[in-house]
């Protein structure tokens, strides 16, 4: 089986940054593409940015793209989010998500974090 356990959420202000982690734990670790989404209230969940273990390039939204980065850390089985220039639009429950079905930029990935609650206020 596989775990994802997501931290980092918070309250902040417009304007500042947030790290997101993702612990990762079970048999895939290090083998599945990794997945940042997010889902608004009232929204539908939206791809946010998405990496391979292996160091491969990673992509983003156009909503991020410049103000996020993701990484791995290997050694810890860990997925970073830094997010910075945070705007009140960026307010979601952040997910991330392992083995995509098909393409990573879809939700249809196999497994799921509980989510972390990131609230940027103006």
């Known amino acids: 089986q596989v775990q994802l356990v997501e931290s980092g959420g918070g309250l902040v202000q417009a304007g500042n940054s947030l790290r997101l982690s993702c612990a990762v734990s079970?048999?895939?670790?290090?083998?599945?593409?990794m997945g940042w989404f997010r889902q608004a209230p009232g929204k539908e969940r939206e791809f946010v940015s998405a990496?391979?273990?292996?160091?491969?390039?990673?992509y983003y939204s156009d909503s991020v793209k410049g103000r996020f980065t993701i990484s791995t850390d290997n050694a810890k089985n860990t997925v970073y989010l830094q997010m910075n220039s945070l705007k009140p639009e960026d307010t979601a429950v952040y997910y991330c998500?392992?083995?995509?079905?098909?393409?990573?930029?879809?939700?249809?990935?196999?497994?799921w974090g509980q989510g972390t609650q990131v609230t940027v206020s103006s």
């Open positions: 998500a392992t083995e995509p079905r098909g393409s990573f930029y879809s939700d249809m990935y196999n497994y």
């Open positions: 990496i391979a273990w292996s160091g491969g390039p990673t």
């Open positions: 079970g048999r895939t670790v290090r083998r599945s593409p």
